[in-house]
């Protein structure tokens, strides 16, 4: 009896297992993933995300043929495509990145270690920062690299366990909050500039790019991508057009490789590793290269290289809007700049030993200016020195258990604040700081025009704008620009509403709501909407209980929007708290960051000295023809001082050359 028992199970398993094979194989085998990188995607991504519909598939038809439990059948299926793939491969080392665009792949001849996170071995003394990423930690080589999973501080809160939050229809509409809320007020900030949004802006793009599916969710809103946006029906803008929208476009963002629990993915490398000029994945990174002199590779007028018709930088959103398409090309610029100064005094160098060399040294002046000059200014004092953020070389600063990648409520709120600081309208400015004209935000997404124009003279005009103009104050308020005219499509007089989108993108990632980072960030708990809590003022309580019929249905975005400032800070406490966490994460989990002495590429104590004094106002003295700047080009006060005599010079040497 026991005996036929035993054989009746052995069989049970066998036949599970083929059955199980055949299905990953039916499901796996024949897919092909057509790769194409759009604005908020990249070849690689795509793969990504078909791998993990074509898994979701799988794991849906396990459960039903065997009647296995989900976390059974997704293990067990994440096996067999192992298995799967290690036969079809024989381990070809290949690494993420470097596809064709637009070529066809079968599924199952794609680089394993796309979702496996196997890696062919790191070279520990290598002094560099890798392309995408993998290697800094040498125990967990995909730690902050390319295409990992966002990370959670707080469990998800998914709809049955993977729809997005409140996807029964029990949350308010995005869009309401936002016109409720987060409406266009004026109230610009006498304090800080307009560099200090799109810096912030440009910074992030050196941290996170969470790709998302590309599907037309308006019309077939059920698909199991989509998650649009709807537009209650007395909307004040979208509802009075003439011809009224009841939808906005949104598709979920693609979900990561073989996770039990829906994960979001970072495209780009998470360290503050200039990625963002010198890109994430090999073969854009090939493409920046002049591969002569260690340059970059420029286009006319030392504007961006024209590359098959786009201008091209690190990352792939460079021309989203003018302001920072042109701190990217200063960024550009200031990477020739030095490794011109390099190659004067060492003339035998390599183009390769020049370009490594003069990455290393910029990377170590941006890292000095965010966060000796512009994080201070975000989250204030007290979160600089909770979360030991100070720059100050030191032999024990790199912590080789912390895990640098994305936090998903970093990417996907907190880092969001920088939405409400945008000008709707952009001054320019002459380089003398004399005569000044504008231009409309909404007009220039993705349009280079005014970029391009006068041999990239308004470009100076953009920057020295940047540094004149106010920012608007960190609150609830968000330019129109930004939520009624974001990106409109051609001959249309609207556009899509990024606030909107930001609260509807938290909820598609399954972050829990505000109520639960308050824990995080030792607030007081908030279990009810009937006592106003420290942190808001009045008036914004009110619109909190307003809007939301539950504390626990508050989006973190809005949430920590209504906050007021920390002391010394433009965020409030709970974004504050998020940032000071992400950004420690970034300093002490860096094997490479610039501060660190005692590991494979640490600077010189010629080279620190000279990157710990480097401001956001000498790179922008040092590239362009602007007259006169302030010390801290971030805040608006500060004496005008010349920059001819800005002396540039690398400290990769004593050699020092002047500004002709
Ligand atoms: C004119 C200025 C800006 C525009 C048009 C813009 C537009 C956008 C758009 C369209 C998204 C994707 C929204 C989604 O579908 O989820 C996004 C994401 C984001 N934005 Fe902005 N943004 C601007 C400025 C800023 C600034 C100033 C900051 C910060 C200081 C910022 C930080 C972020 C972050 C962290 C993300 C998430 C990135 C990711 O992981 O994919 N943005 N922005």
């Not at 079809?88 to 079968?106: E, L, M, Q, T």
Request: charged share 20%; hydrophobic share 35%.
């Amino acid at each position: 009896m026991l005996r036929t028992l035993i054989v009746v199970c052995f069989l049970v398993v066998a036949t599970n297992q083929t059955s199980l094979n055949k299905i990953v194989q039916d499901n796996f085998g024949g897919v092909q993933a057509t790769l194409r990188a759009g604005r908020r995607s990249t070849p690689t991504s795509r793969i990504i995300a078909v791998q993990n519909n074509v898994f979701q598939r799988t794991v849906r038809q396990t459960m039903d043929n065997l009647g296995l439990e989900r976390s059974v059948a997704v293990r067990q299926v994440r096996e067999a495509v192992e298995s799967m793939r290690d036969r079809h491969h024989h381990g070809d080392g290949k690494k993420p990145g470097g596809f064709p665009s637009s070529a066809i792949v079968p599924l199952l001849s794609i680089p394993s270690d796309v979702c496996n996170n196997t890696i062919a071995g790191c070279d520990s003394i290598y002094p560099y920062y890798t392309v995408d990423g993998t290697c800094n930690n040498l125990d967990n080589p995909f730690w902050g690299a390319a295409n990992v999973a966002l990370r959670r501080v707080r469990p998800a809160a998914y709809e049955n366990t993977f729809e997005p939050r409140g996807a029964g229809g029990d949350l308010p509409s995005a869009r309401l909050i936002s016109t409720q809320v987060h409406k266009d007020l004026d109230k610009p900030d006498s304090e800080i500039t307009q560099m200090l949004a799109h810096f912030g802006q440009f910074l992030d793009h050196d941290i996170s790019l969470t790709p998302e599916n590309e599907a037309e969710c308006c019309e077939h809103a059920s698909e199991s991508e989509c998650f649009p946006i709807s537009v209650p029906l007395n909307d004040g803008f979208f509802s009075a057009l003439t011809t009224p929208q009841s939808c906005l476009e949104f598709s979920r963002s693609s979900a990561y490789c073989y996770e039990e629990t829906r994960e979001q993915f970072n495209a780009i490398t998470a360290f503050l590793d200039g990625s963002n000029i010198y890109g994430s994945d090999q073969e854009t990174a090939n493409k920046l290269r002049e591969f002569a002199g260690g340059r970059l590779l420029t286009g006319a007028s030392d504007l961006l290289p024209d590359i098959e018709g786009f201008r091209l930088a690190g990352d792939i959103r460079a021309t989203e809007q003018p302001g920072l398409t042109s701190i990217h090309t200063v960024w550009m610029r200031e990477h020739n700049r030095i490794a011109a100064d390099i190659s004067n005094s060492n003339p035998n160098d390599d183009d390769n030993t020049l370009f490594q060399k003069a990455r290393r040294l910029v990377v170590a002046e941006w890292q000095n200016i965010v966060y000796s000059e512009w994080l201070p200014i975000i989250i204030g004092s007290e979160a600089i020195d909770k979360n030991q953020l100070k720059v100050h070389r030191q032999h024990n600063g790199y912590k080789k258990t912390i895990d640098p990648s994305a936090i998903n409520s970093f990417a996907t709120a907190a880092f969001r604040f920088g939405h409400t600081l945008i000008q709707g309208t952009v001054n320019l400015v002459s380089k003398d700081g004399k005569e000044t004209s504008q231009y409309q935000l909404r007009d220039n997404y993705f349009n280079t025009a005014l970029y391009l124009q006068n041999d990239g003279e308004t470009m100076v005009q953009m920057l020295k704008g940047l540094t004149t103009q106010a920012s608007q104050k960190f609150d609830q308020y968000a330019s129109e620009d930004l939520t009624n005219h974001l990106f409109p499509e051609e001959g249309h007089n609207f556009g899509s509403d990024l606030i909107a989108r930001n609260i509807q993108r938290g909820r598609d990632h399954g972050l829990p709501g505000y109520q639960a980072f308050r824990s995080l960030c030792d607030l007081e708990e908030m279990r009810d909407l009937t006592n106003r809590r420290r942190e808001f003022n009045d008036n914004n309580w009110d619109k909190l209980s307003a809007v939301y019929s539950s504390a626990e249905d508050v989006d973190l975005f809005t949430g920590g929007l209504l906050e007021s400032p920390v002391r010394g800070g433009v965020v409030g406490p709970t974004f504050a708290c998020i940032i000071g966490q992400q950004f420690s994460r970034l300093l002490a989990g860096d094997r490479h960051f610039f501060t660190h002495t005692g590991q494979a590429g640490s600077l010189s104590t010629s080279e620190f000295s000279w990157a710990s004094q480097r401001r956001l106002r000498d790179v922008l003295c040092d590239n362009t023809d602007i007259v006169s700047l302030q010390d801290n080009v971030f805040k608006s006060y500060g004496e005008q001082k010349r920059c001819d005599g800005n002396s540039g010079s690398s400290g990769s040497h004593h050699h020092h050359r002047h500004r002709g």
